[in-house]
T-cell receptor, first 112, second 115 residues
Framework: RKEVEQDPGPFNVPEGATVAFNCTYS??????FFWYRQDCRKEPKLLMS???SGNEDGRFTAQLNRASQYISLLIRDSKLSDSATYLC?????????????FGPGTRLSVLP | DGGITQSPKYLFRKEGQNVTLSCEQN?????MYWYRQDPGQGLRLIYY???????QKGDIAEGYSVSREKKESFPLTVTSAQKNPTAFYLC??????????????FGEGSRLTVL
């Protein structure tokens, strides 16, 4: 089983749609969680951290369920500019440092 | 402006040649990382360094080498032993362990093509 798994995608949605991405992780000792956005041929950029209480940033809402080892990202009222690949990242602090594990990403295309 | 600078952005190499990718950061971060990304795939860890003069192999270290002589610099050498080096290479850094949002800061990447 892969350490971090995501919806395979791609997701093709019309403008204004609501879309949800799912991510599961295998290591229960994981401590922090993130969603990154990566545009085509560019570096990943932090979209938002994910907290146990859930957090919202404008049209974006992230949720964490530690018991189920599950993370989600919800995008409301999608815009053309939301088209990108969304990477789920899980971090675990170890004795020798931090271990960031990336999911394979889910590609989103928002269509006019 | 603080950040991570990678160079070159694009690099072409003939088979059998070693190439070195530069990564410099002025964020005062202790930890630095090199990742490789192939088309349609996620990031895979090549090497990482938590502190100057120390580095550890990641999941796909074979055919690569690194050094960490200065806090600001973490160059990656792609050697001729790397069988399939054509890829997008990303350097990243993070704030010290325990300090922590755990966020990774990335450079713009270096795209290596072997001819």
């Amino acid at each position: 089983r892969k350490e971090v798994e995501q919806d395979p995608g791609p997701f093709n949605v019309p403008e204004g749609a609501t879309v949800a991405f799912n991510c599961t992780y295998s290591n229960s000792a994981s401590q922090s969680f993130f969603w990154y956005r990566q545009d085509c041929r560019k570096e990943p950029k932090l979209l938002m951290s994910v907290y146990s209480s859930g957090n919202e940033d404008g049209r974006f809402t992230a949720q964490l369920n530690r018991a189920s080892q599950y993370i989600s990202l919800l995008i409301r009222d999608s815009k053309l500019s939301d088209s990108a690949t969304y990477l789920c990242v899980v971090n675990m602090e170890l004795n020798y440092g931090q271990n960031f594990v990336f999911g394979p990403g889910t590609r989103l295309s928002v269509l006019p | 402006d603080g950040g991570i600078t990678q160079s070159p952005k694009y690099l072409f190499r003939k088979e059998g040649q070693n190439v070195t990718l530069s990564c410099e950061q002025n964020l005062n971060h202790d930890a630095m990382y090199w990742y490789r990304q192939d088309p349609g795939q996620g990031l895979r860890l090549i090497y990482y360094s938590q502190i100057v003069n120390d580095f550890q192999k990641g999941d796909i270290a074979e055919g690569y080498s690194v050094s960490r002589e200065k806090k600001e610099s973490f160059p990656l050498t792609v050697t001729s032993a790397q069988k399939n080096p054509t890829a997008f290479y990303l350097c990243a850094s993070s704030i010290p362990q325990g300090a922590n949002t755990g966020e990774l800061f990335f450079g713009e990447g270096s795209r290596l093509t072997v001819l």
